[in-house]
């Protein structure tokens, strides 16, 4: 049974950091599509990043580039959302996402990722 599971959420001041875990259970997720997306009240769900099979290449948005690192950590089939500089507007409910089909190029989408976890909040306070 796939499952994702979060961790690490909370709350901080602007320019804190954070960092949430996502542990894969029932895939090895180094060879997956990993996303990470937020949804902030009101707004639909948009991705911040996400990371390669394989090569573990990432990519970011352009509102968190600079400030938030996807990684990942093989041995314990995790990856990690480290996030610095947090500033109010990241202020959202926090998910990862994996897409075990095969993919040449990992979607940005939310509708894409059919598995996620639950959700870890984190919240930015001014």
């Known amino acids: 049974q796939v499952q994702l599971v979060e961790s690490g959420g909370g709350s901080v001041q602007a320019g804190g950091s954070l960092r949430l875990s996502c542990v894969a259970i029932g895939f090895t997720l180094r060879s997956k599509c990993m996303g990470w997306f937020r949804q902030a009240p009101g707004k639909e769900r948009e991705g911040v990043g996400g990371v390669y099979p394989v090569s573990g290449y990432t990519y970011y948005a352009d509102s968190v580039k600079g400030r938030f690192t996807i990684s990942r950590d093989n041995a314990k089939n995790l990856v990690y959302l480290q996030m610095n500089s947090l500033e109010p507007e990241d202020t959202a409910i926090y998910y990862c996402?994996?897409?075990?089909?095969?993919?040449?190029?990992?979607?940005?989408?939310?509708?894409?990722?059919?598995?996620w976890g639950q959700g870890t909040q984190v919240t930015v306070s001014s």
């Open positions: 996402a994996a897409l075990l089909d095969y993919a040449s190029t990992c979607p940005r989408v939310p509708s894409a990722y059919p598995y």
